[in-house]
């Protein structure tokens, strides 16, 4: 595997659920992100890893709760989700958290029923 | 606060024609400036990106930007449309006093390309 992975691709859970995103990135990186896209609006930042330390929360609801367990790997763990949560959801990565270019993966595309 | 302006959520444009992608963005301080692709069902790519050096970036898949300052913008281009190019392209900002790298993204806009 090359640049950014995600899994799964696809998710469709109910309200009640807990499930988990996976990211992982094999090109090296000390920084890693989750965003949300939604139809119609901006990319939306949501968590900011660097060196397995959380640098940013954008003010999101608790019941989404990132995990870094090392620089390779980022998790968004879901529960109690709502409908208006379905959507693209994005890791990225990038060397450092400055100003550096970031790989995105490909997403999971997730279904709130 | 940095932010962008994406003109035209949808753009069409005949093959073989020039292509225009319209980017403006607001900032206080210097800003590093990116766009960014994306095709159905796939993340986002980087196309290029503008960090102070040349004004005038080239990109991949024959795509350039250029950077005015007095205009605060940073326009997509490409001479010739080709199918391959249908797909979203996202312009963002950020600058070396945003926290952590927070990128702010434009809207997108969808580009059709009309055989």
């Known amino acids: 595997e090359t640049g950014v992975t995600q899994t799964p691709r696809h998710l469709v859970m109910g309200m009640t659920n807990k499930k988990s995103l996976k990211c992982e990135q094999h090109?090296?990186?000390?920084?890693m992100y989750w965003y949300k896209q939604s139809a119609k609006k901006p990319l939306e930042l949501m968590f900011v890893?660097?060196?397995?330390?959380?640098?940013e929360n954008n003010s999101v609801p608790s019941r989404f709760s990132p995990e870094c367990p090392n620089s390779s790997h980022l998790f968004l763990h879901l529960h109690t989700l709502q409908p208006e949560d379905s959507a693209l959801y994005l890791c990225?990565?990038?060397?450092?958290?400055?100003?550096?270019?970031?790989?995105f993966g490909p997403g999971t595309r997730l279904t709130v029923l | 606060a940095q932010s962008v302006t994406q003109l035209g959520s949808h753009v069409s444009v005949s093959e073989g024609a020039l292509v225009l992608l319209r980017c403006n963005y607001s900032?206080?301080?210097?800003?590093?400036l990116f766009w960014y692709v994306q095709y159905p069902n796939q993340g986002l790519q980087l196309l290029l990106k503008?960090?102070?050096?040349?004004?005038l970036v080239k990109g991949i898949n024959g795509f350039e930007a250029e950077f005015k300052k007095s205009e605060t913008s940073f326009h997509l281009t490409k001479p010739s449309a080709h199918m391959s190019d249908a797909a979203e392209y996202f312009c963002?900002?950020?600058?070396?006093?945003?926290?952590?790298?927070?990128?702010?993204f434009g809207t997108g806009t969808r580009l059709t390309v009309i055989p």
């Open positions: 990225a990565s990038s060397q450092d958290h400055n100003t550096d270019t970031q790989y």
């Open positions: 090109l090296g990186h000390n920084a």
């Open positions: 890893y660097s060196l397995e330390e959380r640098v």
């Open positions: 900032s206080s301080v210097p800003p590093y």
């Open positions: 503008y960090t102070s050096a040349a004004t």
């Open positions: 963002a900002v950020t600058t070396d006093q945003t926290g952590a790298n927070n990128l702010f």
